[in-house]
Structure formats: structure tokens, C-alpha cells
């Protein structure tokens, strides 16, 4: 896929002459495609157009876009345990409490941090 510096290895870019200026000049490659991609799993995570733009720094800036990607995940994995809580309790008339939500808060933090770890 890319290489430590951003630079695509395959035949997207043909030809060695820009792949070696974009190593010398530490710049990130990346194909329409790939754009397109990104773009769409930016909006589904609801990520910023900054946090986005981390993947084009370089070197490195990919390994520093799957932070706020996880942060958003967990997020994300908290708000639909609540919501399908509140719905299964809807349904059986008893109420959620406060404790309740922290507690389903503490569980998605454990399986986010098993799922960093694993």
C-alpha cells in the first residue's frame, strides 16, 4: 500500500521520476481512488477536514491519523450501546440510569483498548 514516507509502490504512478521526488521531497501519494476513499469514511466517522489532512504529512502522518479515528470509533461504539440500551429498556419500561450509561461507558473503553492491544 504506502511506504514509511507516503509513496505509493505500485503502478498508480508510473514511471520512477515522480516516485523519487516525492521521497526526496517528503511528499504523500495518493490516487483518486484512494481520495474518493477517504473522503467517504471521513464523512461516515465524522471526522475533520484537519484531522484528515494529517494523512498527507510526512513521514509519519498516517500512524498519527488512526488516533483521532479511534477516538471518533470509540465514540461512535458508545453512542450506539446507549442508544440500544435506551431502546431494550424502552421496551421494557425500566429506566437507564446515569450509572447505567457510565458503566456501558467503562465497557466500550476496555474492548476499544483490547482492540488497540490485539
Known amino acids: 500500500m504506502t511506504t514509511a514516507v507516503g509513496v505509493r509502490e505500485d503502478l ?6 515522480i516516485k523519487n521526488m516525492a521521497k526526496r521531497k517528503q511528499w504523500a501519494l495518493i490516487t483518486a481512488d484512494e481520495l474518493g476513499e477517504v473522503v467517504s469514511s471521513a464523512e461516515a466517522l465524522g471526522l475533520r477536514p484537519a ?4 494523512m498527507f504529512e510526512v513521514p509519519g502522518g498516517l500512524s498519527r491519523l488512526a488516533g483521532p479515528i479511534d477516538t471518533r ?5 458508545i ?3 446507549v442508544i440500544s440500551r435506551l431502546k431494550t429498556e424502552s ?3 425500566e429506566a437507564v440510569s446515569a450509572r447505567d450509561v457510565s458503566l456501558i461507558g467503562a465497557w466500550v473503553a476496555v474492548g476499544a483498548k483490547n482492540r488497540r492491544t490485539s
Open 79 to 81: 453512542l450506539s450501546l
Open 73 to 77: 470509533q470509540r465514540e461512535l461504539d
Open 91 to 93: 421496551e421494557t419500561e
Open 51 to 54: 484531522d484528515v489532512g494529517l
Open 12 to 17: 498508480a504512478f508510473g514511471g520512477d521520476t
